[in-house]
């Protein structure tokens, strides 16, 4: 009975720990959008020194948003994949 006990309170630990990885990669990623569009919103008005119609600043927002958001899901695969072959190389 202990041996079953220590097993699946180590299977709990893994996967509460699985769980905290996935949600740290979550905030990162919402975190890095914000920030993008944050950065395309008022930056890029604040870099030129002008005052631009909100359709522009919206805009150049959701670009930067898509950049980053593009580049940081791109990151996710690679890591998710290299994850992938090195669990296969290991079996």
């Given at each position: ?19 905290d990885?996935?949600l740290?990669?979550?905030?990162q ?5 914000a920030a993008?569009?944050?950065?395309g919103?008022?930056?890029?008005d ?15 927002g959701i670009?930067c948003t ?7 899901l791109?990151?996710?695969v690679?890591g998710?994949h290299s994850?992938?072959?090195a669990?296969k190389?290991t079996?």
């Amino acid at each position: 009975m202990h041996f079953s006990f220590v097993l699946s309170y180590c299977a709990i630990i893994f996967a509460v720990k699985m769980l905290d990885t996935g949600l740290i990669s979550i905030i990162q990623l919402i975190v890095s959008w914000a920030a993008a569009f944050a950065f395309g919103y008022i930056g890029l008005d604040t870099l030129m020194g002008t005052t631009s119609d909100l359709s522009f600043r919206l805009l150049a927002g959701i670009i930067c948003t898509l950049i980053v958001g593009l580049a940081e899901l791109y990151f996710l695969v690679v890591g998710m994949h290299s994850m992938d072959n090195a669990s296969k190389k290991t079996n």
